[in-house]
């Protein structure tokens, strides 16, 4: 049993993966760790594929990770039975593409398993599983960006991509395919390179919205005469929906986008349960429409482009929200907070504290921030910096998890409560040569002081969302 639970679902991850004390998070996944090997480190890490010794910079967890898979593969190639005990696998973006690729080529031949794998981020990893025994029992098709522009945008996609994309559909994009990934329009895609017989019943479905350029002899927009995405997709069988735009501006780029717009053309898939939006275009009213067409949301995470902009509570996607207070159980979005707890007074060039609540730890902050940080402030540049609130905000001390239900949370910024104060005090003192230097004992409070602020927010969603079981209003960074 504990092989099976071990190998089971795998997850490749070439950042430290947080544990909470509060709740266990993804505890299904068995994942690489990168701690170090003391003890307050390794806490609740009893699912790790290996143990070594970690350290701090994100070169050094990437390369201690390669080692980790090397191992990972040579435990595979020694005992192949190991391999049919894997049923699901999230590649990583960054981790050695020849490892990864030899991880991917072992589970092709003897993953009899197999069901699930995601993130395939390069078309040898989606050849190596054309190449085994067990692809069409797949039910996750990834089909890749190009390898020059991976991580570009305005990039020439060459014609040997092309013929690789083919090449992928017509060999893996079968019946047990529920859930796709694509890096392409799939208007341009389904007209050019492949064309359907019906619509995939698909359950989920992830398009990157990229300003890649592709060649006319082939996206030919005259060739286009199918447009509609129901054309393409069962509505009947989608539940969950995610966009993740790599520019604020790509509208030309996507047929699917021009003919009725990014959120509109999605309101007929009513049965969508689950919405992600990261790095979107700001379009209140686009995105409330889908939302409100939806008959039963659960989960709803949204991250806009441009990181100024908040969700307002007067906002169409807020109003919109409270159609689903019965069935939302997942609330991940930028909320502009009510409690401003420091303001900047324009006429009298001075730094107000307001802080509503009179709990003690929140008048032992306010008085903190009284001792700390002067009345008469030089400028908005050095209140901006000294903004305490605004920049704990913007930090991720607090670990975050892109998708905290579904899996492992893995450390994705590099704060910590050491490197922040390091920060903040460098700042301080550069501004008010005598400053006082913030203390951990005082960062404590005026963190806890910051999360209380937060409950004139989160009070509507906890009063009136009866089955909400994660809520997130600080946008990830």
Known sequence: ????????????????????????????????????????????????????????????????????????????????????????????????????????????????????????????????????????????????????????????????????????????????????????????????????????????IKIHLRLDIYPIMVFDPRTVTVRSLTNFFSTKTLKSLALISWDDQVFDQYEFINSSGMFQCWCPFENIEDLTFISMTFDDKGIAQLIRSIKRLKKIKLDYHRPDIHVKRDSEVYKSLWRHTSSLQFVDIKLELTDKLLHFDVREYSTLIDIPCTCPICSASAQILRELIPTETKDYTTFLDLNIFDRLLKSSVSPYSKSVDAYPSVNTGNDTMDSFLQSFNKKLGSKYRFAPQLTKPQFELLYTCLLHSMKIDLKPFIENFPNIHFLNTKRWL
């Open 1 to 204: 049993m504990g092989k099976e639970h071990l190998y089971s679902k795998i997850y490749l991850n070439d950042r430290v993966v947080e544990v909470s004390g509060v709740h266990d998070l993804a505890p299904s996944w068995t994942w690489f760790n990168l701690h170090g090997h003391n003890a307050a480190d390794n806490r609740d890490n009893n699912n790790n594929v290996d143990d070594a010794t970690g350290v701090d910079t994100d070169a050094s967890t990437l390369a201690l990770a390669n080692v980790k898979l090397q191992m990972l593969v040579r435990s595979l190639t020694e005992n192949t039975s190991l391999c049919a005990l894997v049923q699901h696998v999230r590649l990583n973006w960054d981790i050695d593409e020849s490892l990864q690729v030899q991880f991917v080529e072992l589970l092709s031949l003897y993953g009899s398993s197999l069901r699930f794998i995601e993130n395939v981020t390069t078309m040898r990893m989606n050849n190596a599983l054309l190449r085994g025994n067990h692809y069409t029992q797949l039910e996750t098709l990834d089909v890749p960006p190009s390898t020059d522009s991976r991580g570009e945008i305005n990039r020439q996609v060459s014609l040997g991509y092309i013929r690789d994309v083919v090449h992928v559909l017509n060999g893996r994009l079968t019946e047990s395919v529920k859930h796709l990934t694509l890096f392409m329009d799939p208007v341009k895609m389904f007209n050019n390179l492949h064309r359907l017989k019906a619509p995939l019943e698909l359950e989920s």
